[in-house]
C-alpha cells in the first residue's frame, strides 16, 4: 500500500501538532517554516520527516499566523496538485480571498497554553471539535477527503458557512480571551494596591482567566481579521455586565437568582459528544447529482445542532455517485431526517445492533 502524504506549512504549536499526529497514523509529513532552524528543529524531532514542499502529497495544511494564510494557501496551491486546507480562527475573509476548487478552509478547535513547537502533542486534536467551511459546489470528493483526515486525526467535523463561523468564534473563543486579559489586568493592576490580591486567587479565578496564557501574539491578527464580529460580541457582554451591575446595584435579589440560575442551567446544557454506541442510530443518505451534496448535509446536521458520531462515504461502482453514511444521536434522528427531506434528499434510517 502507497503511503500518505501530507505537507505542513508552518510549524508551531498547531503545525508542530499536526506533523505528530499524521505521522503516528503512518504518513509521510513534508514540512516548512519561516524560520530555518524551527524546520531542522522539527526535522531533528521527528515531527516531520522532510524539509520543503512535496509536490504531490495528497493534502496540505496551512498552519502559518492568520495575516499570512492566504498568501500561503495561494502557494500551496501553485506547488502542490493536492488538496490545501487551513487551521486558522477567522474564515470570511480568507474563503471569500481563494477561489479555488482544491481549498477548503477548516479551523480545528483546539489549542493550549503551550507555545510553539516545544508544545507539540500528537493527541491535540483528539475528541475536538474540527470546522470545516467548504465554498459553495465544492465537490463530493474532495470535501470527503478533507474530512476524512480530520476523522482519522480524532476530530468531530461541524461545517459551518464562513461568515458564520467568525460570528459564533467571536463569542466562544475571541471574546472568552479577550475577557480573561480584561480580568487578569485588573487583578494585575489591583496587587499593586494590594499585594495579597494575586494570592487570593482561587480556583474559579484561575479557571476563568486560563486562557489568558495563550501566546499573545496570535490575537493581534485575529483581533484585525475578526473585528467587526468581536466588537459585537463585546458589546454584548458589556451590555450584559451593565444589567448585572444594575441587578446588584439595586439589590435586586430576586433577579439576580433567575439570571445566576439561567446562567446555571445554560451551562449544564452545553452540547457533548456522542460516547456511547447503545445510543445512536445509523442513517444513509444517497448523495445527489450536484456538487456540494455532501457539504450540505453536514451542515444541516450543524444547523440542527445534529452530533455526528462517525461517517463514510459508500462509493458506487457504477458510477461517482455514493451513499454518506452517517452515525448520529437516536434522540436526534427524526429531526436531522425531517431536515434532510425537506431538503430534496432520501434518507435511511437503520437501527446498530
Avoid: Y
Wanted: aromatic letters at 4%; glycine letters at 10%.
Amino acid at each position: 500500500m502507497t503511503q500518505k502524504r501530507a505537507n505542513v506549512f508552518g510549524l508551531g504549536l498547531i503545525g508542530g501538532s499536526l506533523g505528530l499526529a499524521l505521522s503516528s497514523r503512518g504518513w509521510h509529513v513534508t514540512g516548512c517554516d519561516s524560520v530555518g532552524d524551527i524546520e531542522r528543529q522539527a526535522l531533528s524531532l521527528g515531527v516531520i520527516h522532510q524539509i520543503g514542499v512535496d509536490r504531490d502529497a495528497s493534502i496540505t495544511f496551512v498552519a502559518t499566523p492568520v495575516s499570512s494564510i492566504a498568501e500561503q494557501v495561494v502557494r500551496a496551491l501553485a506547488e502542490t496538485t493536492g488538496i490545501v486546507t487551513d487551521v486558522g480562527g477567522v474564515k470570511a475573509h480568507l474563503v471569500g480571498q481563494i477561489n479555488d476548487p482544491r481549498f477548503i478552509g477548516g479551523h480545528p478547535m483546539a489549542g493550549s497554553e503551550l507555545i510553539g513547537l516545544a508544545g507539540a502533542d500528537a493527541k491535540l486534536f483528539e475528541s475536538a471539535v474540527w470546522v470545516l467551511t467548504p465554498s459553495v459546489g465544492i465537490s463530493d470528493s474532495n470535501f470527503e477527503q478533507v474530512a476524512g483526515v480530520v476523522t482519522e486525526l480524532g476530530s468531530e467535523i461541524v461545517v459551518l458557512d464562513p461568515q458564520r463561523h467568525d460570528q459564533l468564534v467571536a463569542i466562544v473563543s475571541h471574546l472568552p480571551h479577550l475577557t480573561a486579559a480584561a480580568l487578569m489586568c485588573l487583578a494585575s493592576e489591583r496587587s499593586e494596591e494590594h499585594v495579597a490580591v494575586l494570592r487570593l486567587a482561587a480556583g474559579g479565578f484561575r479557571d476563568m482567566t486560563r486562557v489568558a496564557s495563550g501566546h499573545p501574539a496570535i490575537w493581534i491578527d485575529i483581533c484585525k481579521e475578526n473585528r467587526d464580529a468581536i466588537v459585537i460580541a463585546l458589546d454584548g457582554l458589556i451590555d450584559g455586565l451593565a444589567h448585572m451591575k444594575q441587578i446588584v446595584e439595586q439589590g435586586d435579589s430576586s433577579e439576580l437568582m433567575k439570571r445566576l440560575q439561567q446562567s446555571r442551567i445554560a451551562r449544564s446544557n452545553l452540547p457533548s459528544r456522542v460516547r456511547d454506541l447503545m445510543d445512536v442510530v445509523e442513517i444513509r443518505v444517497p448523495i445527489p447529482d450536484r456538487s456540494g451534496a455532501a457539504a450540505e448535509i453536514f451542515t444541516l446536521a450543524a444547523e440542527l445542532g445534529v452530533n455526528i458520531a462517525n461517517f463514510e462515504v459508500a462509493h458506487s461502482v457504477e458510477g461517482e455517485r455514493g451513499v454518506l453514511v452517517l452515525v448520529v444521536e437516536q434522540s436526534s434522528q427524526d429531526m436531522f431526517r425531517g431536515g434532510l427531506i425537506a431538503r430534496g434528499f432520501r434518507p435511511i434510517l437503520h437501527q446498530i445492533s
